[in-house]
């Protein structure tokens, strides 16, 4: 394990004892994208199960390859899913960068499950502010809702 050079650590922060805004340039999104639309996929089909469920997934399958527009009925429960995914990550997102923590977009992470998605989470790519400082609470706060 590397030595943790305080010095640098202490050196990062501001004079509120929160952290100085990081100058690294942003990644592309191209994997926040590829992400979000396979979940976007997979949310679509789970919806469209949900609303012809059939037990027998393989007459689901069947029915699915000879009338495809079946896709559609999974709108409302793919648009809905999303919407509460998308609004929960970007608050992460937005109360971060408010405090000037670096943050990565929300990574949402497709699943083959009833839901069609395992969930979303964004990252914090710089120091989080000191433990007791408001924005600390508020970034933590944020986390556990």
Not at 37 to 65: E, H, M, Q, S, V
Not at 72 to 87: M, Q, R, T, V
């Amino acid at each position: 394990m590397k030595n943790f050079d305080w010095t640098k650590a202490a050196a990062s922060r501001g004079d509120d004892g929160g952290p100085v805004a990081d100058k690294r340039r942003p990644r592309p999104p191209w994997l926040n994208l590829a992400l979000f639309t396979l979940t976007l996929c997979t949310t679509l089909f789970a919806g469209a199960y949900l609303a012809n469920f059939d037990p027998d997934l393989r007459r689901f399958w069947i029915a699915l390859k000879h009338h495809p527009a079946i896709v559609l009925d999974g709108l409302p429960f793919a648009g809905s899913l999303l919407a509460i995914l998308i609004a929960h990550e970007f608050g992460h997102y937005l109360v971060s960068r408010h405090h000037r923590v670096r943050a990565s977009l929300p990574y949402f992470l497709p699943g083959p499950n009833l839901l069609g998605t395992f969930g979303a989470y964004t990252t914090n790519g710089s120091m989080v502010p000191r433990v007791g400082s408001s924005s600390y609470r508020d970034i933590q706060l944020r986390r556990l809702d």
